[in-house]
């Protein structure tokens, strides 16, 4: 007997633990149904509702992200906009962008991006503030973004044998024109090989301790580490994506183009990372 | 008895030394009270001066006051000159011990007089024992020659003094009472009605002071009092503090009765997660002047705040909301013309962190303009906040038709329920007739046009992959395998022929030579060749001179020959001798006839000769 009850026991927690997350699942679902159907109906401000509280579940996922931004974006749009909805919008597109497989929901995320950044833009000249809403990546940062991290490891290894293979031919060939042929192809190979490597550390580099955010606020002013307003700085761009250097209690520090200023955490909204 | 006295005292006084006299008020104290020490000098020829107390360790000199008094008295036809100087000390105890003041001294006639040291003990605070009995008077009273036999002996005599009426009896309460009283005469007890909450749940903050109801007349510093520090919090008071703190009732704290009174009832509203912290409530003694000066503060409280839960959070929740509202809404008019506006009157009503802000149900066409916001909050009984907040919207209607304005929803979290809630309020709809004058739609209406279509499926999640980088195979065997394998391959070759170099050169030492020489001149005299005999034995010949002589004679003609050897150290005669044989034997090996064997063999036996000769000489 006793034996048939702890198997009843064991099977309820079996069944238990499986209902558990596809609970978990439903919810998750219901909510982002809830949210689209609101976005659909042109409630913005319940669409954003849903889709918030599928971010403080921990939901990441790259259609949730875009669909938020489009909430905050259409609240903008119909005139019922909070400060730093623009903001918000432009997070919600970045971060799709960045977490989406699909082609197409990266276009129109980069699309919805652009007309964001341009509404920010539009109000900044009106403000009489500098424009810039996205600067320029550093050098090596758009180089080892050129291509995937994996594929720099690949082209990495694939210049490390053709380099050694290049070698062997010109170390071992008798004939003068596989000697040649030898030296060539490892003269070419070596610089391709120690652009690769660098490309995978620096893209490696960048999947480790890159953090990025979007600025969610439209008066970021950029202050130093005691939150001292620099006179006469210019607010950051609303919108404007930022690499989080350093936090400390409520400030961050960030690197936005030419500028590495502390501003206010609650002006950033963190961009979720999978990798 | 009065002029015993002062005879005695004139009798001593006229020695020249003063009379000392000095005394600690009380003997026993708590940390952080007053104790006052008094030195008493009279002196019959001037007046004493320069008062010092004396090693003060363990006390705080916090004040001190001197009073000098003359007498002249004739007596008898005799003059008597008092000087009395009378200096009190105010010392306030800053640790517990048993501490040796003093010897508290004054100056007279240039010389230093010293009285005896006094012993004060000083214990815990609020563990020091009442005093009764009238202590040190004021120096101005003091005079000890006064005629006023009262005076002179007051404080002396252990309840001469006007008694202190003591308190009446009263009951207690056992829920105000403490395990031991925090300070004497008067102390701060703070307390909260909760030590763990989430971010906007009230927290009931209390201050109750404690009066020591025999310790007579107790008075605090009104201009020196610091109210707790609340910096993570809202704070709302739920009593008047304008007013005289109502009595709560008494306690029985330490075998003493106290009256307890509120002083401070707060709401406090935690802002954000963690350990807040509520610092205490500080305020100075002005009463009883045995601890005037002396701090008194409440306890510092801690209260942990975290996150209301995350399962059934409702979408649209605000962290913070909480408590128990409810919700109320009117719209007026009910028909408008397209462009006009309608006032939305909304009340929200309730207890606890009322949210200052409602999301409104903004639609395409329906424009919010921001509210009018007013409050009717406060306490609403004794431990809770909260009241009635009013916004009044102008809600703008640029689309005709019958507009549904939608329904107000406010998600909060209630405390006592433990549970989330929606507070609602529908707000119908509205009658829009089109108008001709419609405005046109402003520059607004066109932000953010031609947005892309939203997605109604989720992608799915992404699950962290590996990367072949992050594994050191992939940087040793995959971009440093091959050319490491090269290099291994370079090295191994350099090696092997080093290697093949080294074991070569140890193979053909000259003795080894000389062997296969001799060997090879033994095989080819045997044989029928006398070519490659002759040829053989002038190779091991050769070999010979380097073997034993250690000159290589290879190429050399015979006069030369023969002087290398000689200067290896080669007799004379074995020089010349070699020298001879190998000339016979390349004349034999390159004559145009056909050599005989046996003058070759003969050539071979006398080359064994002269190659043993050599090993001898070598």
């Known amino acids: 007997m006793p034996l048939c009850v702890v198997a009843v026991i064991v099977g309820a927690l079996a069944i238990l633990s499986a209902a558990a997350p596809a609970d978990a699942a439903d919810d998750t679902s219901a909510l982002f149904s809830s949210g689209t159907a609101a976005l659909r109906d042109g409630r913005a401000a319940d669409a954003i509702g849903s889709f918030e509280a599928l971010a403080d579940r921990g939901v990441v996922d790259a259609a949730l992200s875009y669909d938020r931004g489009l909430a905050y974006a259409m609240r903008v749009r119909i005139g019922a906009e909070s400060s730093g909805d623009l903001g918000r919008a432009a997070q919600g597109f970045e971060e799709a962008r960045d977490l989406t497989h699909d082609v197409r929901l990266a276009d129109d995320a980069s699309r919805a991006l652009t007309l964001v950044r341009s509404e920010v833009a539009r109000r900044r000249v009106r403000l009489g503030e500098p424009v810039e809403v996205d600067p320029a990546r550093s050098l090596s940062r758009t180089l080892a973004g050129l291509l995937a991290e994996d594929t720099w490891s690949v082209i990495a290894v694939a210049a490390s044998v053709a380099m050694a293979l290049g070698l062997f031919v010109r170390w071992m060939a008798g004939a003068p024109r596989a000697r040649i042929g030898g030296g060539v192809a490892s003269g070419i190979a070596g610089p391709v090989l120690v652009v690769a490597v660098a490309m995978t550390l620096a893209a490696r580099h960048d999947r480790m301790h890159l953090r990025e955010a979007v600025v969610v606020a439209a008066n970021a002013r950029p202050s130093d580490q005691r939150g001292i307003v620099a006179p006469g700085a210019t607010p950051l761009p609303e919108g404007a994506r930022v690499e989080v250097v350093d936090a400390r209690g409520t400030w961050s520090r960030v690197r936005f183009g030419s500028i590495d200023a502390w501003i206010a955490s609650s002006a950033l909204r963190p961009l979720a990372r999978v990798d | ?62 004040g001190q006051s001197s009073a000098p008094a003359q007498t002249h008295i004739i007596m008898n036809g005799s003059r ?26 004054i100056v007279l006639g240039g010389t230093r007089y010293s009285a005896q040291p006094v012993t004060i003990t000083v214990v815990a605070a609020g563990q020091a024992p009442r005093r009764h009995g009238g202590g040190l008077s004021p120096p101005t009273l003091q005079n000890p020659f006064s005629l006023s036999p009262f005076d002179l002996w007051r404080g002396m005599v252990p ?21 031991a009283p925090r300070a004497s005469y008067y102390f701060l007890h703070s307390t909260v009605d909760k030590t763990s909450a989430v971010v906007g749940e009230q927290v009931v903050f209390s201050v109750y002071e404690y009066i020591d109801l025999g310790a007579g007349r107790v008075e605090i510093d009104e201009e020196d009092l610091h109210d707790a520090s609340v910096a993570d919090f809202v704070k709302h008071p739920l ?137 009717e909050l406060g306490p609403t009984d004794h431990d809770t906040f909260g009241g009635k907040r009013t916004f009044d919207f102008v809600v703008r209607l640029r689309r005709p038709g019958t507009v549904d304005l939608g329904e107000l929803a406010l ?108 060997a090879a001149a033994m095989a080819a005299c045997e044989g029928g060749d006398a070519r490659a005999a002759d040829a053989a034995i002038a190779r091991a010949l050769e070999a010979a001179t380097v073997a034993h002589a250690g000159v290589s004679i ?65």
């Open chain 2, 80 to 105: 008597m000159d008092r000087y009395t100087l009378t200096t009190t000390w105010a010392l306030e105890a800053q640790r517990t011990g048993t501490f040796h003041v003093g010897p508290a001294s």
């Open chain 2, 411 to 518: 998600p909060f979290w209630d405390p006592e329920q433990r549970k989330y809630e929606i507070a609602r309020a529908k707000l119908g709809a509205v009658r829009v007739a089109p108008s001709a004058a419609a405005p046109a739609q402003d520059e607004a209406q066109n932000r953010l046009p031609d947005l892309p279509p939203l997605r109604d499926v989720l992608e799915g999640g992404r699950s962290l992959r590996a990367h072949p980088d992050d594994s050191l195979v992939f940087w040793f065997a995959g971009i440093g395998g091959c050319p490491l394998a090269f290099g291994v391959a370079v090295a191994a070759r350099a090696g092997g022929r080093r290697a093949r170099s080294a074991l070569r050169s140890r193979r053909v030492s000259p003795a080894r030579e000389l062997k296969q020489r001799l």
């Open chain 2, 239 to 375: 009593q008047r503090e304008d007013q005289e703190a109502p009595l709560v009732g008494y306690a029985s704290v330490g075998g003493r009765t106290w009256a307890v009174k509120l002083v401070r009832r707060w709401a406090l509203f935690p802002l954000h997660v963690g350990d807040l912290t509520i610092g205490p409530m500080h305020v100075r003694m002005r009463r009883p002047a045995s601890v005037a000066g002396a701090e008194r503060a409440a306890e510092t409280l801690v209260v942990h705040v975290k996150e209301p839960p995350l399962a059934g959070r409702p979408p649209g929740y605000v962290l913070g909301d909480a408590g128990r509202f409810s919700l109320a809404a009117q719209v007026s008019p009910g028909e408008v013309d397209q462009g006009g506006a309608v006032g939305v009157h909304v009340e929200l009503s309730g207890t606890g962190n009322m949210p200052s802000a409602i999301q409104t149900p903004a639609r395409e066409g329906i424009e919010w303009l921001a509210p009018e916001v007013h409050d």
């Open chain 2, 554 to 618: 290879r190429g050399a003609v015979a006069g030369e020959l023969v002087e290398r050897l000689e200067r290896a150290g080669v007799a004379p005669d074995a020089a010349s001798g070699l020298a001879e044989l190998l000339g016979e034997c390349d004349k034999a090996r390159f004559a145009p006839d056909a050599v005989d064997m046996l003058a070759a063999r003969d050539r071979w036996t006398r080359a064994q000769g002269t190659i043993r000769r050599l090993e001898r000489s070598g």
């Open chain 2, 1 to 62: 008895m009065i002029s015993l006295w002062v005879l005695l005292a004139g009798a001593a006084l006229s020695q020249g030394a003063p009379q000392m006299q000095v005394q600690a008020d009380p003997s026993t104290v708590g940390v952080g009270e007053m104790v006052h020490l008094q030195l008493s000098a009279t002196s019959a020829d001037a007046m004493p001066s320069d008062p010092q107390p004396g090693t003060t360790s363990g006390f705080a000199v916090r």
């Open chain 2, 159 to 179: 309840g001469f003094d006007e008694d202190r009426s003591s308190p009446e009896a009263v009951s207690t309460d056992p829920k105000l009472a403490l395990d």
